[in-house]
Protein backbone atom coordinates (compact mmCIF):
# COMPACT_ATOMS: atom_id res chain seq x y z
CA UNK A 1 0.00 0.00 0.00
CA UNK A 2 1.59 3.86 -0.73
CA UNK A 3 -0.04 6.77 0.66
CA UNK A 4 -0.67 8.16 -2.82
CA UNK A 5 -3.50 5.47 -2.71
CA UNK A 6 -5.65 7.57 -0.25
CA UNK A 7 -5.21 10.74 -2.98
CA UNK A 8 -8.22 12.34 -4.39
CA UNK A 9 -9.51 15.71 -5.84
CA UNK A 10 -11.03 17.95 -3.46
CA UNK A 11 -11.18 21.67 -5.09
CA UNK A 12 -10.66 24.34 -2.26
CA UNK A 13 -14.08 26.04 -2.99
CA UNK A 14 -15.58 22.60 -1.14
CA UNK A 15 -14.09 23.24 1.83
CA UNK A 16 -15.78 25.19 4.39
CA UNK A 17 -14.10 27.89 6.09
CA UNK A 18 -16.84 28.22 8.64
CA UNK A 19 -18.54 26.07 10.54
CA UNK A 20 -22.89 25.69 9.75
CA UNK A 21 -24.88 27.69 12.76
CA UNK A 22 -26.23 24.82 13.61
CA UNK A 23 -23.76 21.74 14.81
CA UNK A 24 -26.24 18.64 13.72
CA UNK A 25 -27.03 20.12 10.33
CA UNK A 26 -24.03 18.40 8.80
CA UNK A 27 -24.55 16.08 6.20
CA UNK A 28 -23.67 12.41 6.52
CA UNK A 29 -22.67 9.31 4.60
CA UNK A 30 -24.64 6.11 5.66
CA UNK A 31 -22.88 3.04 4.74
CA UNK A 32 -24.80 -0.31 5.01
CA UNK A 33 -22.57 -3.19 5.50
CA UNK A 34 -25.30 -5.67 4.40
CA UNK A 35 -26.70 -4.37 1.45
CA UNK A 36 -23.34 -2.96 0.40
CA UNK A 37 -25.22 0.47 0.07
CA UNK A 38 -24.69 4.36 0.75
CA UNK A 39 -27.08 6.91 1.65
CA UNK A 40 -27.09 10.88 1.59
CA UNK A 41 -28.37 11.87 5.20
CA UNK A 42 -27.98 14.51 7.87
CA UNK A 43 -26.66 14.15 11.17
CA UNK A 44 -29.74 15.00 12.95
CA UNK A 45 -31.23 11.75 11.98
CA UNK A 46 -28.36 9.71 13.52
CA UNK A 47 -30.79 9.36 16.95
CA UNK A 48 -33.54 7.05 14.91
CA UNK A 49 -30.68 5.41 12.86
CA UNK A 50 -29.27 3.41 16.32
CA UNK A 51 -31.67 0.41 17.75
CA UNK A 52 -31.13 2.22 21.26
CA UNK A 53 -28.65 -0.80 22.93
CA UNK A 54 -25.25 0.99 21.72
CA UNK A 55 -22.79 2.33 23.95
CA UNK A 56 -21.07 6.01 22.17
CA UNK A 57 -17.43 6.49 23.72
CA UNK A 58 -16.66 10.24 23.26
CA UNK A 59 -13.76 12.36 23.76
CA UNK A 60 -14.16 14.92 26.39
CA UNK A 61 -11.06 16.71 26.08
CA UNK A 62 -10.82 20.75 25.74
CA UNK A 63 -8.74 22.47 22.68
CA UNK A 64 -6.44 24.83 24.63
CA UNK A 65 -5.06 27.90 22.28
CA UNK A 66 -1.53 26.08 21.80
CA UNK A 67 -1.01 28.64 18.62
CA UNK A 68 1.31 31.58 20.49
CA UNK A 69 3.10 34.30 18.44
CA UNK A 70 5.88 36.01 19.49
CA UNK A 71 9.57 37.46 19.07
CA UNK A 72 12.44 36.14 20.09
CA UNK A 73 14.27 37.91 22.70
CA UNK A 74 17.95 36.30 23.00
CA UNK A 75 20.83 34.68 20.56
CA UNK A 76 23.86 33.03 21.08
CA UNK A 77 25.30 33.78 17.67
CA UNK A 78 27.63 37.22 17.30
CA UNK A 79 25.66 40.47 16.77
CA UNK A 80 25.60 40.17 12.73
CA UNK A 81 27.46 42.89 10.51
CA UNK A 82 25.72 46.39 9.54
CA UNK A 83 25.68 45.18 5.98
CA UNK A 84 24.21 41.93 6.94
CA UNK A 85 21.00 40.58 5.20
CA UNK A 86 19.45 39.06 8.85
CA UNK A 87 20.43 41.97 10.37
CA UNK A 88 17.16 43.59 11.24
CA UNK A 89 16.20 39.87 12.61
CA UNK A 90 18.78 40.28 15.16
CA UNK A 91 16.63 39.39 18.64
CA UNK A 92 13.62 40.48 16.93
CA UNK A 93 12.62 38.19 14.22
CA UNK A 94 8.77 36.80 14.69
CA UNK A 95 8.41 32.96 15.78
CA UNK A 96 5.43 30.77 15.64
CA UNK A 97 5.52 27.96 18.70
CA UNK A 98 2.46 25.53 18.54
CA UNK A 99 2.27 23.62 22.06
CA UNK A 100 2.01 19.68 21.17
CA UNK A 101 2.19 18.13 24.88
CA UNK A 102 2.91 19.51 28.71
CA UNK A 103 5.21 17.19 30.12
CA UNK A 104 5.64 19.02 33.49
CA UNK A 105 3.81 22.55 35.16
CA UNK A 106 5.99 24.66 33.15
CA UNK A 107 7.91 22.55 30.03
CA UNK A 108 5.69 21.89 27.13
CA UNK A 109 6.67 19.86 24.11
CA UNK A 110 6.33 22.07 20.88
CA UNK A 111 6.97 22.89 16.93
CA UNK A 112 8.79 26.29 16.97
CA UNK A 113 8.73 27.97 12.84
CA UNK A 114 11.43 28.94 12.04
CA UNK A 115 12.81 26.20 14.17
CA UNK A 116 16.39 27.06 12.55
CA UNK A 117 16.62 30.21 15.08
CA UNK A 118 15.47 28.86 18.36
CA UNK A 119 18.81 26.81 19.37
CA UNK A 120 19.39 26.07 22.94
CA UNK A 121 19.02 28.34 25.12
CA UNK A 122 17.12 30.77 22.89
CA UNK A 123 13.90 32.99 24.18
CA UNK A 124 10.96 33.91 22.89
CA UNK A 125 8.12 36.56 24.17
CA UNK A 126 4.87 37.01 23.66
CA UNK A 127 2.39 39.69 24.32
CA UNK A 128 3.74 42.72 26.24
CA UNK A 129 6.38 40.02 28.14
CA UNK A 130 3.69 38.75 30.15
CA UNK A 131 4.85 35.09 28.40
CA UNK A 132 8.42 33.95 27.59
CA UNK A 133 9.53 30.41 26.51
CA UNK A 134 13.00 29.19 26.90
CA UNK A 135 14.67 25.83 24.17
CA UNK A 136 15.31 23.83 26.89
CA UNK A 137 15.40 20.93 25.02
CA UNK A 138 15.74 19.39 20.87
CA UNK A 139 13.88 16.51 19.62
CA UNK A 140 12.76 14.50 16.41
CA UNK A 141 10.78 16.32 13.52
CA UNK A 142 11.80 19.63 14.87
CA UNK A 143 10.87 19.38 18.10
CA UNK A 144 11.41 21.50 21.23
CA UNK A 145 11.03 21.61 24.63
CA UNK A 146 10.09 24.49 25.89
CA UNK A 147 10.31 26.24 29.78
CA UNK A 148 7.15 29.05 29.98
CA UNK A 149 7.55 31.50 32.29
CA UNK A 150 4.60 34.22 33.05
CA UNK A 151 3.96 37.20 35.05
CA UNK A 152 0.61 35.81 36.15
CA UNK A 153 -0.72 32.43 36.24
CA UNK A 154 0.73 30.20 33.40
CA UNK A 155 -2.44 28.72 32.39
CA UNK A 156 -4.54 31.99 32.43
CA UNK A 157 -1.58 33.40 30.18
CA UNK A 158 -1.67 30.66 27.62
CA UNK A 159 -5.22 31.04 27.60
CA UNK A 160 -5.63 34.82 26.90
CA UNK A 161 -2.17 34.92 24.50
CA UNK A 162 -2.78 31.87 22.49
CA UNK A 163 -4.68 31.81 19.33
CA UNK A 164 -6.95 28.47 18.41
CA UNK A 165 -4.98 25.94 16.20
CA UNK A 166 -7.20 25.89 13.15
CA UNK A 167 -7.00 22.58 10.79
CA UNK A 168 -3.87 23.50 8.11
CA UNK A 169 -7.55 23.37 5.33
CA UNK A 170 -8.95 26.26 6.86
CA UNK A 171 -7.39 29.24 5.20
CA UNK A 172 -8.21 32.19 7.41
CA UNK A 173 -6.96 33.36 10.68
CA UNK A 174 -8.82 32.24 13.87
CA UNK A 175 -11.59 34.49 15.34
CA UNK A 176 -13.26 35.04 19.29
CA UNK A 177 -15.88 32.46 18.20
CA UNK A 178 -13.35 29.52 17.60
CA UNK A 179 -12.46 29.23 20.86
CA UNK A 180 -16.10 28.09 21.80
CA UNK A 181 -17.19 26.98 18.33
CA UNK A 182 -14.20 24.55 18.04
CA UNK A 183 -15.10 22.54 21.01
CA UNK A 184 -17.06 19.93 20.98
CA UNK A 185 -19.78 19.75 23.35
CA UNK A 186 -18.51 17.37 25.53
CA UNK A 187 -15.40 19.57 26.25
CA UNK A 188 -14.22 19.50 29.50
CA UNK A 189 -10.62 18.32 30.31
CA UNK A 190 -8.16 20.89 28.72
CA UNK A 191 -5.05 19.80 26.66
CA UNK A 192 -5.67 18.76 23.27
CA UNK A 193 -4.39 20.86 20.63
CA UNK A 194 -7.05 19.78 17.79
CA UNK A 195 -10.59 18.81 18.23
CA UNK A 196 -11.80 15.78 17.70
CA UNK A 197 -14.14 16.64 14.69
CA UNK A 198 -16.62 14.31 14.25
CA UNK A 199 -17.48 14.67 17.69
CA UNK A 200 -18.36 18.80 16.29
CA UNK A 201 -21.34 17.78 15.10
CA UNK A 202 -23.24 16.82 18.13
CA UNK A 203 -25.47 18.96 20.16
CA UNK A 204 -27.49 19.35 22.93
CA UNK A 205 -30.61 17.84 21.37
CA UNK A 206 -28.65 15.14 19.90
CA UNK A 207 -27.49 13.84 22.76
CA UNK A 208 -30.65 14.33 24.60
CA UNK A 209 -32.38 12.33 21.79
CA UNK A 210 -29.68 9.48 22.41
CA UNK A 211 -30.01 8.92 25.68
CA UNK A 212 -33.98 8.65 25.28
CA UNK A 213 -33.73 6.01 23.18
CA UNK A 214 -31.14 4.19 25.81
CA UNK A 215 -27.88 4.53 23.64
CA UNK A 216 -24.76 5.04 27.14
CA UNK A 217 -22.35 7.33 26.73
CA UNK A 218 -19.07 6.99 28.15
CA UNK A 219 -16.57 9.69 28.64
CA UNK A 220 -12.63 9.65 28.18
CA UNK A 221 -10.07 11.88 27.88
CA UNK A 222 -7.86 11.91 24.80
CA UNK A 223 -5.68 14.65 24.35
CA UNK A 224 -5.52 14.57 20.44
CA UNK A 225 -2.09 16.24 19.29
CA UNK A 226 -0.71 16.77 15.77
CA UNK A 227 -0.13 13.27 14.71
CA UNK A 228 -2.72 13.63 11.77
CA UNK A 229 -0.20 16.21 9.96
CA UNK A 230 2.89 14.95 11.08
CA UNK A 231 4.59 12.19 12.71
CA UNK A 232 5.59 13.67 16.34
CA UNK A 233 4.26 11.62 18.98
CA UNK A 234 2.07 9.01 20.21
CA UNK A 235 -1.41 10.40 21.69
CA UNK A 236 -2.14 10.32 25.57
CA UNK A 237 -5.06 8.30 26.96
Not at 69 to 86: I, Q, T
Amino acid sequence: MRLADFNYDLPLERIAQRPLERRDASRMLILDRESQSWEDSLFHSLPERLRGDELMVVNNARVIPARLLGRRVGVRAENPGRHSRVAREFLSSEIEVMLTRQVSPEEWDALVRPGRKMQLGERVEFGEGELSAEVVGRGDYGLRRLRLTAKGDLHQTIERLGHIPLPPYIARSDEPEDRERYQTIFAQQPGAVAAPTAGLHFSPAILEQLKGRGVEIAAITLEVGLGTFQPIHAEEI
